[in-house]
């Protein structure tokens, strides 16, 4: 279906006021040259609520508005588990690791590596991380992304690609994180009341016209079965959630890794003014994953009562957006462009910050910090044109893409937990431990996927985990290094250094997220 011109007149204004906006927080003060902390942290100067926005921003994409809400269709309020639990997972980062990592001054996750192991252990991180997200993460946004513009406006994929990577583009690759950051303050907005207006009019639907409590009211009674939140082992979707493995188990891994140790996450709270900014922001991003299953999830559920016989999961919520009022469906719209753009650009200049600070500047070690900044610029540029080749090749075939991006992330996400966990809180944990651990996630997750495969991926990431976490610390006492790491970048001096304890509002926010969960829980049991 075609937008109405009101809707193209509104999407319009949004697009030419974001690269505006974007070219305007780009500029520097007459005679200074950006450097590599401006380009790739924000010239670490992000106040607390700009690092909780951009936070959501990158993390709330084509793969969590399309992804989740199609598995909302399929599966339920259940795989709301995933935002209720980084709430939790949020403050845990904000209070034990972001200290160690701002305490060490690095610009990416690879170099607190090299600090902790040796640059073994950086490189084989930085070039993994590298591939899944430029091949995994950017393909994943972007396919999603030009198939929801397909949807909704009719446009061809191909130009629905070029597009998305162009419009961000546009207002990111000058300004580097700064411009990401700053313009995610406008794409959260946007994205959460454009969530909430097709939430409330999708109810309002479903009521004819008696308003949203009364349509969430008939939503439960005609499909009492999507709001479970422990799923029983006879429901047919128990393999992507099973049960109370859910809370106890490898979802916490996957939060950990995904929220604790991702470059285009934990780069954000890098470039926090300061260490207390950094976790106020984190504290502000995990309330606003508590509103996300209303704004992801719930329209996916409406959408089994609006309209049961899609063909894919992954069309519900473009379809629903088909619903909506001439004017409303290009705010919606929008919003949801917002969304894809945002985690675009957070990924296209972390992929950027990754290249050149851990793979081309050890290679070229003497070049100029501006002569950083354009390898930086020219490694974005190249990654958005990968995935754009690749897109539809990688995920043309999948019904639900969300799944397929945790199914294939569980591989290695034992490990890099591991490298981390051990890294931060276990003083003799080795080089060797450390790519002993990272090696047996992919080899351990591959075995188990072919000779176990009615195993749920969940449980095969924390049956994994143990395995690694054993096998680590095996090799570390193996290698007889019983004594403490005394040298500036080990993990003994690290915790011995940093107070953990943070500021009372820091621990209120904690216990009002916990509270709320709990809450929510126990409603849904």
Known sequence: MQLA????????????????IGILVSREKSGHQKNTQDYFLAGKGLPWWAVGASLIAANISAEQIIGMSGSGYALG?????????????????GKYFLPVFVRKKIFTMPQFLEQRYDHR?????????????TFVNLTAVLWLGALAINAIAGVELLFGLLFLGLFSAAYSLYGGLKAVALTDIIQVVLLVFGGLLLSYLALDLIANGNGPIAGFVELTRQ???????????????????????????????????????????????????????GQKGI?????????????VVLP?????????????????????????????????????????????????????????MDIYARYQPQQSERHYVTVGRVASLVSLLLAMLCAQPLLGQFEQAFQYIQEF????????????????????????????????SALLSLGLKLWWPELPFIDRVGLVFLCCTGLAVAVSLLQGRGRLLVSSAGGAVA?????????QGFNLAALGVTLVLAALYATWW
Do not use: C
Request: hydrophobic share 60%; proline share 5%.
């Open 5 to 20: 011109a009101i809707d193209i007149l509104i999407f319009a204004v949004y697009v030419a006021a974001l690269v505006t």
């Open 121 to 133: 252990v950086k490189v084989v991180l930085a070039i993994f991380w590298l591939g899944v997200y």
């Open 495 to 503: 915790l011995r250094e940093i107070n953990f304890s943070t500021s």
């Open 283 to 295: 504290a502000f991003a995990a309330y606003l994953k508590l509103l996300m299953p209303i704004i």
């Open 409 to 440: 992330t569980g591989f290695f996400t034992p490990g890099i937990v591991v490298l981390f966990v051990l890294g931060v809180f276990w003083p003799r944990a080795t080089a060797n431990s450390a790519l002993a651990a990272a090696i047996a």
């Open 300 to 356: 996916g559920i409406a959408a089994v009562v609006l309209i049961p016989d899609l063909e894919r999961p992954d069309q519900a919520y473009p379809q629903l957006m088909n619903l909506m009022p001439v004017g409303f469906k290009g705010l919606v719209f929008a919003a949801l462009v917002a969304a894809i753009v945002s985690s675009l650009a957070s990924m296209t200049n972390s992929i950027a910050t990754i290249f050149t």
């Open 223 to 277: 499909a009492p079965e999507k709001f479970d939140m422990i799923l029983a082992k006879d429901n047919p979707h128990y393999a992507s959630l099973p049960g109370l493995s859910v809370l106890v188990g490898g979802m916490w891994v996957m939060n950990f890794s995904y929220w604790g140790f991702n470059q285009y996450i934990v780069q954000r709270a890098l470039a926090a003014k300061s260490l207390e900014e």
């Open 77 to 93: 309020l259940a795989i709301a588990s995933y935002e209720w639990m980084a709430a939790i997972t949020l403050i845990l980062v």
